[in-house]
């Protein structure tokens, strides 16, 4: 049962923190909507979603993002501390399920 649904420009319109966020971005690259398409690299969009979305989980909370061998994977691993959880090779293209965990803070 959906309690509360909420449309928003990655995290324009939400509020609150979440133990666990899972975001399948548009990843190809491409000019216009970025609903579609990922921005002129098909990055513009998952580093936008990966910079911010450390403001909304809860201490120890996840993110869950699927990337594509489209985008500079070994890139976002490095940047954004991206942990491999599962692939899936199409004829196309090669999926990847990525984690993305909170990081404690300790004062």
Sequence with gaps: MVEDVTVSNLFENVS???????????????????????????????????????N?????????????????????EKKFGLELIGKKKLWFESLYCYKYIQEEINF
Aim: proline share 3%.
């Design 16 to 54: 609150g923190k979440f133990d666990l966020i899972f975001f399948n971005s548009p990843y190809l690259p491409g000019k216009g909507d970025l609903s579609c398409t990922g921005g002129n690299s098909g990055q513009e969009v998952i580093e936008r979603f990966l910079s911010e979305v450390k």
């Design 56 to 76: 909304y989980l809860n201490e120890k909370g996840e993110a869950i993002i699927l990337l594509s061998s489209f985008n500079k994977i070994k890139e976002l």
